[in-house]
């Protein structure tokens, strides 16, 4: 029987740590004044007819904290990183200087970075929102045990709410450091 709620409660808890990766992975994507390689993560280059992440054509690299180079592994296809770049619509402007794409990234205005961190928050909401339906799921499946004791669900309905605590705690901390990092000038 014990087994039963220990799988839930562990498959609750991989549960809320994937959202917790996934809200760290967004959070990459948002950007926080320097220049990095995850802020092409999403750019999609047309690669002989496919669209092709732009990692798999080109080396993206950051030489410092303004500019971001892409250099392509095969020299046609500067024009179509460059387009592709343009595509993505992320307020980059890329220049070619017939080796690599350059892109210099603009500092961020006060109101820039008061937008992201309300996106930042925005996606700490939603991932708050997916420890409450781990919490609810988990919770419904313990419920659903026949053959368990009432003491042995609520003591495992009262891990699980300690498992949603720690982790919306997590989470707190994780927006923190986030917003404390785009608002740094």
């Given at each position: 029987?014990?087994?039963?709620?220990?799988?839930?409660?562990?498959?609750?808890?991989?549960?809320?740590?994937?959202?917790?990766?996934?809200?760290?992975?967004?959070?990459?994507?948002?950007?926080?004044?320097?220049?990095?390689?995850i802020m092409l993560s999403s750019v999609m280059v047309d690669y002989y007819g496919s669209q092709t992440p732009l990692s798999q054509v080109a080396n993206v690299t950051t030489p410092d904290a303004r500019t971001i180079t892409v250099q392509p592994w095969e020299k046609n296809m500067l024009q179509p990183i460059e387009k592709a770049i343009m595509i993505a619509n992320l307020g980059f402007n890329p220049m070619n200087n017939g080796d690599f794409v350059i892109i210099s990234v603009p500092p961020l205005?006060?109101?820039?970075?008061?937008?992201?961190?309300?996106q930042a928050k925005s996606e700490a909401e939603d991932?708050?929102?997916?420890?409450?339906?781990?919490?609810?799921?988990?919770n419904k499946d313990i419920r659903a045990l026949d053959d368990a004791s009432e003491d042995l669900k609520k003591n495992a309905e009262a891990d699980i709410q300690e498992l949603t605590n720690k982790f919306s705690k997590k989470i707190e901390e994780v927006l923190a450091v986030k917003e404390a990092e785009i608002m740094k000038v």
């Open positions: 029987m014990n087994e039963e709620i220990t799988f839930i409660l562990d498959s609750t808890k991989e549960s809320m740590n994937g959202t917790i990766d996934h809200l760290v992975k967004a959070f990459a994507k948002i950007r926080a004044g320097k220049a990095s390689p205005t006060e109101e820039r970075r008061r937008d992201l961190a309300k991932a708050k929102v997916g420890i409450r339906n781990a919490r609810q799921e988990a």
